[in-house]
Protein backbone atom coordinates (compact mmCIF):
# COMPACT_ATOMS: atom_id res chain seq x y z
CA UNK A 1 0.00 0.00 0.00
CA UNK A 2 1.75 3.33 -1.07
CA UNK A 3 2.36 5.30 2.22
CA UNK A 4 1.78 8.88 2.11
CA UNK A 5 4.68 11.54 3.05
CA UNK A 6 3.36 12.21 6.45
CA UNK A 7 3.01 8.52 7.03
CA UNK A 8 6.34 8.42 6.84
CA UNK A 9 7.10 11.43 8.87
CA UNK A 10 4.72 10.11 11.76
CA UNK A 11 7.07 6.53 11.60
CA UNK A 12 9.70 8.46 11.99
CA UNK A 13 8.78 10.55 14.94
CA UNK A 14 7.32 8.23 16.78
CA UNK A 15 10.35 5.95 16.25
CA UNK A 16 13.48 8.64 16.43
CA UNK A 17 14.44 7.20 20.11
CA UNK A 18 14.67 3.65 19.06
CA UNK A 19 16.26 4.39 15.45
CA UNK A 20 19.14 7.00 17.59
CA UNK A 21 19.79 4.29 19.90
CA UNK A 22 20.00 1.39 17.18
CA UNK A 23 22.06 3.95 15.12
CA UNK A 24 24.80 4.86 17.47
CA UNK A 25 25.15 0.72 18.46
CA UNK A 26 25.93 0.42 14.41
CA UNK A 27 28.02 2.92 14.60
CA UNK A 28 30.44 1.42 16.67
CA UNK A 29 30.25 -1.62 14.90
CA UNK A 30 31.53 -0.14 11.83
CA UNK A 31 33.39 2.70 13.57
CA UNK A 32 35.36 0.33 16.71
CA UNK A 33 37.52 3.36 17.09
CA UNK A 34 35.21 6.55 16.50
CA UNK A 35 35.44 8.92 19.73
CA UNK A 36 33.05 8.60 22.54
CA UNK A 37 32.89 4.86 22.65
CA UNK A 38 33.27 4.58 26.71
CA UNK A 39 31.80 7.95 27.14
CA UNK A 40 28.32 8.22 28.25
CA UNK A 41 27.53 11.50 28.14
CA UNK A 42 28.94 11.75 24.46
CA UNK A 43 26.80 9.12 23.37
CA UNK A 44 23.92 10.84 25.18
CA UNK A 45 24.53 14.11 23.18
CA UNK A 46 25.28 11.94 19.87
CA UNK A 47 22.05 10.35 20.43
CA UNK A 48 20.16 13.78 20.90
CA UNK A 49 21.96 15.07 17.80
CA UNK A 50 20.35 12.09 16.00
CA UNK A 51 17.13 12.21 17.10
CA UNK A 52 16.86 16.07 15.71
CA UNK A 53 18.80 14.82 12.94
CA UNK A 54 15.49 12.11 11.78
CA UNK A 55 12.97 14.87 12.86
CA UNK A 56 14.57 16.98 10.19
CA UNK A 57 14.74 14.24 8.00
CA UNK A 58 10.64 13.62 8.71
CA UNK A 59 9.84 17.52 7.79
CA UNK A 60 12.01 17.21 4.63
CA UNK A 61 9.86 14.18 3.61
CA UNK A 62 6.73 15.87 4.64
CA UNK A 63 6.90 18.65 2.21
CA UNK A 64 8.96 16.92 -0.19
CA UNK A 65 11.85 19.23 0.64
CA UNK A 66 15.48 17.78 0.65
CA UNK A 67 16.68 21.18 1.11
CA UNK A 68 15.56 21.16 4.51
CA UNK A 69 17.45 18.13 5.83
CA UNK A 70 20.17 19.16 3.18
CA UNK A 71 20.34 23.01 5.32
CA UNK A 72 19.86 21.47 8.59
CA UNK A 73 23.27 19.10 7.83
CA UNK A 74 25.21 22.23 6.34
CA UNK A 75 24.45 24.14 9.79
CA UNK A 76 24.92 21.17 11.85
CA UNK A 77 28.44 20.39 9.79
CA UNK A 78 29.47 23.86 10.83
CA UNK A 79 28.25 23.67 14.45
CA UNK A 80 30.54 20.49 14.85
CA UNK A 81 33.66 21.88 13.16
CA UNK A 82 33.16 24.85 15.60
CA UNK A 83 33.82 22.31 18.47
CA UNK A 84 36.65 21.05 16.86
CA UNK A 85 34.44 17.55 15.64
CA UNK A 86 35.49 16.09 13.03
CA UNK A 87 33.12 16.29 9.96
CA UNK A 88 33.75 12.99 8.48
CA UNK A 89 32.57 11.30 11.83
CA UNK A 90 29.65 13.36 11.65
CA UNK A 91 28.96 11.74 7.34
CA UNK A 92 30.02 8.49 8.64
CA UNK A 93 27.58 8.50 11.68
CA UNK A 94 24.92 9.77 8.41
CA UNK A 95 26.35 6.66 6.30
CA UNK A 96 25.05 4.40 9.64
CA UNK A 97 21.51 5.94 9.67
CA UNK A 98 21.03 5.27 6.14
CA UNK A 99 21.84 1.83 6.69
CA UNK A 100 19.60 1.22 9.67
CA UNK A 101 16.68 3.06 8.03
CA UNK A 102 17.24 0.51 5.45
CA UNK A 103 16.83 -2.13 7.51
CA UNK A 104 14.43 -1.19 9.63
CA UNK A 105 11.91 0.18 6.45
CA UNK A 106 13.04 -2.79 3.84
CA UNK A 107 9.66 -1.43 1.58
CA UNK A 108 8.50 2.20 0.73
CA UNK A 109 9.30 3.89 3.25
CA UNK A 110 12.65 2.89 3.45
CA UNK A 111 13.33 3.74 0.74
CA UNK A 112 11.64 7.53 0.39
CA UNK A 113 13.92 7.87 3.91
CA UNK A 114 16.93 6.54 1.23
CA UNK A 115 16.41 8.93 -1.25
CA UNK A 116 16.78 12.14 0.65
CA UNK A 117 19.71 11.00 2.66
CA UNK A 118 21.99 9.70 -0.32
CA UNK A 119 21.19 13.25 -1.70
CA UNK A 120 21.80 15.18 1.66
CA UNK A 121 25.24 13.20 1.84
CA UNK A 122 26.64 13.74 -1.57
CA UNK A 123 26.23 17.56 -0.82
CA UNK A 124 27.44 17.18 2.13
CA UNK A 125 30.67 15.66 0.83
CA UNK A 126 31.78 18.79 -1.18
CA UNK A 127 30.39 21.18 1.49
CA UNK A 128 32.94 23.41 2.85
CA UNK A 129 30.52 26.61 3.86
CA UNK A 130 31.72 29.49 6.24
CA UNK A 131 29.37 31.75 8.60
CA UNK A 132 29.94 35.25 8.17
CA UNK A 133 29.10 37.91 10.44
CA UNK A 134 25.64 39.58 10.20
CA UNK A 135 26.63 42.96 11.49
CA UNK A 136 28.47 44.20 7.99
CA UNK A 137 30.51 47.18 8.37
CA UNK A 138 29.21 48.50 5.56
CA UNK A 139 25.41 48.68 6.60
CA UNK A 140 23.50 51.36 8.10
CA UNK A 141 23.76 51.79 12.29
CA UNK A 142 26.75 49.20 12.14
CA UNK A 143 28.43 50.53 14.37
CA UNK A 144 25.33 51.32 16.96
CA UNK A 145 24.51 47.26 16.40
CA UNK A 146 27.83 46.25 17.30
CA UNK A 147 28.47 48.47 20.22
CA UNK A 148 24.84 47.32 21.27
CA UNK A 149 25.40 43.65 21.10
CA UNK A 150 28.72 43.57 23.11
CA UNK A 151 27.10 45.26 25.75
CA UNK A 152 24.44 42.57 26.28
CA UNK A 153 26.59 39.62 25.92
CA UNK A 154 28.72 40.91 29.23
CA UNK A 155 25.29 41.99 30.37
CA UNK A 156 25.17 45.47 30.61
CA UNK A 157 21.44 45.61 29.44
CA UNK A 158 20.98 49.25 30.71
CA UNK A 159 23.89 50.73 28.73
CA UNK A 160 22.77 48.52 25.73
CA UNK A 161 18.89 49.99 26.72
CA UNK A 162 19.80 53.36 27.06
CA UNK A 163 22.07 53.66 23.95
CA UNK A 164 18.75 52.50 21.80
CA UNK A 165 16.55 55.21 24.31
CA UNK A 166 18.78 58.06 23.09
CA UNK A 167 19.17 57.00 19.60
CA UNK A 168 15.17 56.50 19.20
CA UNK A 169 14.18 59.92 21.03
CA UNK A 170 16.88 61.82 18.05
CA UNK A 171 15.16 60.37 14.80
CA UNK A 172 12.16 60.83 13.09
CA UNK A 173 11.83 57.09 12.35
CA UNK A 174 12.86 54.13 14.63
CA UNK A 175 12.11 51.85 11.92
CA UNK A 176 16.08 51.55 11.45
CA UNK A 177 16.40 50.46 15.13
CA UNK A 178 14.55 46.97 14.42
CA UNK A 179 15.75 46.65 10.84
CA UNK A 180 20.05 47.75 11.17
CA UNK A 181 20.41 46.93 15.22
CA UNK A 182 17.76 44.24 16.66
CA UNK A 183 17.72 42.08 13.38
CA UNK A 184 21.53 41.74 13.21
CA UNK A 185 22.36 41.61 16.57
CA UNK A 186 19.98 38.57 16.91
CA UNK A 187 21.02 36.65 14.11
CA UNK A 188 24.58 37.42 14.77
CA UNK A 189 24.28 35.95 18.27
CA UNK A 190 22.93 32.65 16.96
CA UNK A 191 25.98 32.56 14.56
CA UNK A 192 28.14 33.12 17.73
CA UNK A 193 26.15 29.86 19.85
CA UNK A 194 26.53 28.23 16.44
CA UNK A 195 30.29 29.04 16.63
CA UNK A 196 30.66 27.77 20.09
CA UNK A 197 31.89 32.26 20.74
CA UNK A 198 28.64 32.54 22.66
CA UNK A 199 26.69 30.39 25.24
CA UNK A 200 23.15 29.31 25.57
CA UNK A 201 22.59 32.17 28.44
CA UNK A 202 24.19 34.78 26.66
CA UNK A 203 21.71 34.28 23.77
CA UNK A 204 18.72 34.02 26.18
CA UNK A 205 19.82 37.30 27.96
CA UNK A 206 20.58 38.78 24.22
CA UNK A 207 17.16 38.19 22.92
CA UNK A 208 15.38 38.41 26.66
CA UNK A 209 17.08 41.98 27.13
CA UNK A 210 15.38 42.91 23.42
CA UNK A 211 11.97 42.01 23.89
CA UNK A 212 12.40 44.48 26.79
CA UNK A 213 14.10 47.54 24.85
CA UNK A 214 11.42 47.15 22.52
CA UNK A 215 9.00 47.21 24.39
CA UNK A 216 9.99 50.74 25.77
CA UNK A 217 9.73 52.13 22.35
CA UNK A 218 6.17 51.47 22.29
CA UNK A 219 5.12 54.80 23.03
CA UNK A 220 7.06 56.05 19.77
CA UNK A 221 5.24 53.32 17.67
CA UNK A 222 1.82 53.78 18.73
CA UNK A 223 0.39 57.03 17.28
CA UNK A 224 -0.23 58.62 14.04
CA UNK A 225 -3.18 57.54 11.83
CA UNK A 226 -5.17 54.04 11.88
CA UNK A 227 -5.99 52.27 8.84
CA UNK A 228 -8.82 50.01 10.78
CA UNK A 229 -7.75 46.73 9.74
CA UNK A 230 -6.46 43.74 12.09
CA UNK A 231 -3.22 41.62 11.74
CA UNK A 232 -2.74 39.06 13.48
CA UNK A 233 0.45 37.44 14.24
CA UNK A 234 1.77 34.27 15.82
CA UNK A 235 4.56 31.96 15.53
CA UNK A 236 5.69 28.19 15.54
CA UNK A 237 8.62 27.59 17.90
CA UNK A 238 9.17 28.12 21.43
CA UNK A 239 8.88 31.56 23.20
CA UNK A 240 12.81 32.51 22.09
CA UNK A 241 11.42 32.58 18.42
CA UNK A 242 8.86 35.34 19.30
CA UNK A 243 11.16 38.37 18.89
CA UNK A 244 10.84 38.11 14.88
CA UNK A 245 7.26 37.90 15.20
CA UNK A 246 7.40 41.06 17.88
CA UNK A 247 9.36 42.77 15.40
CA UNK A 248 7.19 42.43 12.66
CA UNK A 249 4.31 43.01 14.85
CA UNK A 250 5.75 46.95 15.70
CA UNK A 251 6.55 47.64 12.08
CA UNK A 252 2.88 47.24 11.37
CA UNK A 253 1.57 48.86 14.09
CA UNK A 254 3.74 51.56 12.95
CA UNK A 255 1.92 51.57 9.77
CA UNK A 256 -1.33 52.20 10.81
CA UNK A 257 -2.61 48.89 11.44
CA UNK A 258 -4.09 46.78 14.69
CA UNK A 259 -2.10 43.89 15.66
CA UNK A 260 -2.98 41.13 17.65
CA UNK A 261 -0.26 39.10 18.65
CA UNK A 262 -0.80 35.33 20.07
CA UNK A 263 3.18 34.32 20.61
CA UNK A 264 4.28 30.93 20.43
CA UNK A 265 2.95 27.29 19.61
CA UNK A 266 -1.27 28.76 19.22
CA UNK A 267 -3.36 25.96 18.68
CA UNK A 268 -4.47 26.25 14.84
CA UNK A 269 -8.21 26.55 15.96
CA UNK A 270 -7.02 29.40 18.21
CA UNK A 271 -5.90 31.58 15.97
CA UNK A 272 -9.40 30.51 13.47
CA UNK A 273 -11.04 31.54 15.95
CA UNK A 274 -9.12 34.86 17.14
CA UNK A 275 -9.17 35.57 12.89
CA UNK A 276 -12.94 35.83 13.18
CA UNK A 277 -13.11 37.58 16.24
CA UNK A 278 -11.02 39.92 15.40
CA UNK A 279 -12.54 40.71 12.18
CA UNK A 280 -8.64 40.51 10.74
CA UNK A 281 -8.31 40.41 6.74
CA UNK A 282 -4.07 39.46 7.28
CA UNK A 283 -2.40 36.62 9.30
CA UNK A 284 1.57 37.00 9.59
CA UNK A 285 3.38 33.12 10.46
CA UNK A 286 6.73 32.77 11.49
CA UNK A 287 8.68 29.88 11.57
CA UNK A 288 12.57 30.05 13.07
CA UNK A 289 13.39 26.25 12.77
CA UNK A 290 13.39 24.40 9.52
CA UNK A 291 12.04 21.61 11.64
CA UNK A 292 8.44 23.61 12.35
CA UNK A 293 7.32 23.46 8.87
CA UNK A 294 4.57 21.29 9.40
CA UNK A 295 3.47 22.69 12.15
CA UNK A 296 3.36 26.21 10.11
CA UNK A 297 0.67 24.31 7.36
CA UNK A 298 -1.27 23.12 9.82
CA UNK A 299 -2.54 26.82 10.35
CA UNK A 300 -2.30 27.51 6.91
CA UNK A 301 -4.14 24.55 5.97
CA UNK A 302 -6.85 25.28 9.24
CA UNK A 303 -7.50 28.73 7.80
CA UNK A 304 -7.59 27.50 4.35
CA UNK A 305 -10.27 25.15 4.98
CA UNK A 306 -12.63 27.86 6.79
CA UNK A 307 -15.09 29.20 4.21
CA UNK A 308 -16.17 32.35 6.17
CA UNK A 309 -12.19 33.20 6.12
CA UNK A 310 -11.78 33.30 2.46
CA UNK A 311 -10.88 37.36 2.69
CA UNK A 312 -7.87 36.68 4.54
CA UNK A 313 -4.27 37.17 3.21
CA UNK A 314 -1.40 35.12 4.68
CA UNK A 315 2.18 36.16 5.07
CA UNK A 316 4.91 34.00 5.89
CA UNK A 317 8.42 34.41 7.06
CA UNK A 318 11.26 33.24 9.38
CA UNK A 319 14.57 31.34 8.31
CA UNK A 320 13.35 28.30 6.62
CA UNK A 321 11.90 31.12 3.81
CA UNK A 322 15.08 32.61 3.28
CA UNK A 323 17.34 29.61 2.58
CA UNK A 324 14.83 27.21 0.48
CA UNK A 325 13.33 29.33 -2.53
CA UNK A 326 9.31 29.45 -3.07
CA UNK A 327 8.49 27.27 0.31
CA UNK A 328 6.00 29.90 1.08
CA UNK A 329 4.07 28.44 -2.52
CA UNK A 330 4.12 24.78 -1.40
CA UNK A 331 2.42 26.06 1.86
CA UNK A 332 0.14 27.44 0.29
CA UNK A 333 0.76 31.43 1.92
CA UNK A 334 0.23 34.42 0.06
CA UNK A 335 3.36 35.84 0.08
CA UNK A 336 6.59 36.11 2.39
CA UNK A 337 8.97 38.80 3.50
CA UNK A 338 12.45 38.83 4.32
CA UNK A 339 12.06 41.43 6.53
CA UNK A 340 9.77 43.45 8.52
CA UNK A 341 9.65 46.06 6.14
CA UNK A 342 8.94 43.72 3.24
CA UNK A 343 5.91 42.05 5.07
CA UNK A 344 4.53 45.53 5.78
CA UNK A 345 5.03 46.29 1.76
CA UNK A 346 3.96 43.48 0.67
CA UNK A 347 0.85 43.83 2.96
CA UNK A 348 0.51 47.74 1.21
CA UNK A 349 0.33 46.14 -2.22
CA UNK A 350 -2.64 44.40 -0.65
CA UNK A 351 -4.78 46.59 1.05
CA UNK A 352 -2.97 49.83 0.01
CA UNK A 353 -0.72 51.65 1.49
CA UNK A 354 -1.48 53.91 5.40
CA UNK A 355 -3.53 56.87 4.58
Known amino acids: MFATRNEIRQVLLSD ?68 SF ?98 PAMREVGRLWQ ?39 TCVGGELHEVGMRMVSDFFEMDGWDTFFTGSNTPSSSIVTTLKQEDAVLLGVSATMTSHISSLSEIIEAVRSDSELDHVKILVGGYPFLVIDNLWKDLGADGYGRDANEAVLLASDWFGSAA
Open 16 to 83: KRGLARKTMVNYYKHFPNAPGQDNKMYQRKARFDLEKTIEFLAESIAINRPEIFINFLEWLMLTLKSL
Open 195 to 233: MNEATVAQEHYVTAATQLIMSQLYPLIFGGERRNQTMIA
Open 86 to 183: PTEDMLNSMLVLQQTLSAEYPGEKGEQMEKVLAMALQRMWEYDGELETNIKSDAPLSDLAKTYLEHLLVGNRMQAREMIVNYAHNVEDVRDLYLWVFQ
